[in-house]
């Protein structure tokens, strides 16, 4: 008697399934082995190459050896060869932190195993504003990613990336790119160290879906309140004929993500161990929460170290406060620009690591960290 029919999808499901758990293109027979183990009951060698072969190259790539791996996984890979290759290497070196330059996944992948304690980061949430190519475009004004404001009642408005360009493809290589980054990130962490990761609302959830699919464990969201350049304006080049519509919501807020890596036994048991799994108090009479009121980086601080996306230090210093429960062990920022985690880090006497593949900004760091440090917000910029 022939074996009842698979369910439509069902095949397909397996077999992306198990492609993903695959670190290097599988052949077809390891593929068919595979689904099999998944479904627990026979798959038709027919049906695995009659999927593939449709699915080529929408959802897979074949490889000249005649394997065959998702199409997906190499978002990661096309990430990296918009960059130019070299080993990350030490910048530089303060009494408390440490600068690489270089791809933050190539450092990762080489970094001693559980030693980090906390993630504090704003990684480039569309991939590509980022690039040399990007980044050249946004120095000579030419726009690109960047949107690029007019002066506007006589000051000059900052630039930002517009999220709204990412295609569906885009937002799929993004969630591959952070997979990929997340497993490579959990061999440093210790158990139950805490991992925040600055996003945006229009990719956030492709952004935690690759986090939690990663294996780490979501704790909430910090929202910070602030009012951004996005949103709110009427429709392009009709704005006199719709006055009274918006194309999208005016922002007023920036998720942070936040993670943390799984932890042994119960919170004391990995307190006392690790020094981890919970976050530290504002005060002794106030929990850590979840809502920040904040306020976008004021110009003075902007002068101090004009990167495009500086957060402000009144704000970082809350979340890099918390990040170590009981002040001990070192904060990473793998994406690390102009140093403002690692600065808020040094003012709050914490250990820090900063990863930076562009040279520019890790020169810009070098001399930022310590004026950031010393930064005194005042009332107009907190
Ligand atoms: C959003 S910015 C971070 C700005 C930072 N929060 C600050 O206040 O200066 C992201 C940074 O990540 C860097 N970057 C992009 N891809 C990277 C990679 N694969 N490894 C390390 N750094 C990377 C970019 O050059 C950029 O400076």
């Known amino acids: 008697m022939n074996s009842p029919r698979f369910q439509p999808g069902t095949v397909r499901d397996a077999i992306i399934s198990f492609l993903r758990r695959q670190s290097d293109p599988a052949t077809l027979a390891e593929i068919r082995e595979g689904a099999e183990a998944l479904l627990q009951r026979p798959v038709p060698n027919s049906s695995v190459r009659s999927y593939l072969n449709l699915n080529v190259p929408s959802t897979f790539i074949r490889t000249s050896l005649g394997r065959y791996q998702l199409t997906d996984d190499t978002a990661p890979e096309r990430q990296r060869l918009l960059f130019p290759k070299s080993r990350p290497r030490l910048a530089f070196q303060r009494p408390k932190s440490a600068v690489y330059q270089g791809d933050c996944c190539d450092w ?44 506007f009642d006589g000051s000059r408005r900052a630039p930002v990336p517009r999220f709204t360009t990412l295609s569906p493809q885009d937002i799929r290589d993004l969630g591959r790119f952070f997979y990929a980054w997340a497993r490579v990130l959990r061999r440093v962490l210790v158990p139950g160290a805490h991992v925040f990761v600055a996003s945006n609302p229009l990719v956030s959830y492709a952004m935690a879906a690759a986090l939690v699919e990663a294996g780490l464990e979501r704790r909430g969201e910090i929202i910070r309140l602030v009012m951004t350049l996005r949103g709110g304006d009427r429709p392009k080049n009709a704005h006199e004929q719709f006055p009274d519509v918006s194309v999208m919501p ?16 119960r ?6 161990r690790w020094k981890t799994g919970a976050l530290r108090r504002p005060s002794s009479d ?21 990167h495009p996306s500086l957060k402000p230090q009144a704000f970082l210093r809350q979340i890099v406060h918390a990040a170590l429960p009981l002040c001990e062990g070192i904060v990473l920022d793998p994406f690390a620009g102009a140093g403002s985690t690692l600065a808020a880090c040094e003012h709050a006497g914490y250990e820090s690591i900063g990863v930076e593949i562009d040279e520019h900004y890790v020169d810009m760091a070098e001399g930022a960290i310590p004026l950031l440090a010393n930064f005194q917000p005042n009332s107009s910029s907190r």
């Open 267 to 272: 919170v004391q048991d990995n307190l006392r």
């Open 250 to 265: 005016r922002s007023q807020w920036e998720p942070w993500l936040l993670f943390r890596e799984p932890i042994e036994g």
């Open 108 to 151: 990762l992948a080489e970094w001693e195993e559980n030693s980090i304690h906390a993630v504090v980061t704003d990684p480039p949430y569309g991939l590509v504003e980022y690039t040399p190519q990007q980044q050249n475009k946004l120095r000579s004004g030419r726009g690109g990613v960047w949107r690029i404001p007019p002066s």
């Open 286 to 306: 106030k929990p850590f929460c979840d809502v920040i009121q904040s306020r976008p980086t004021h110009h003075c601080e902007r002068r101090l170290a004009p």
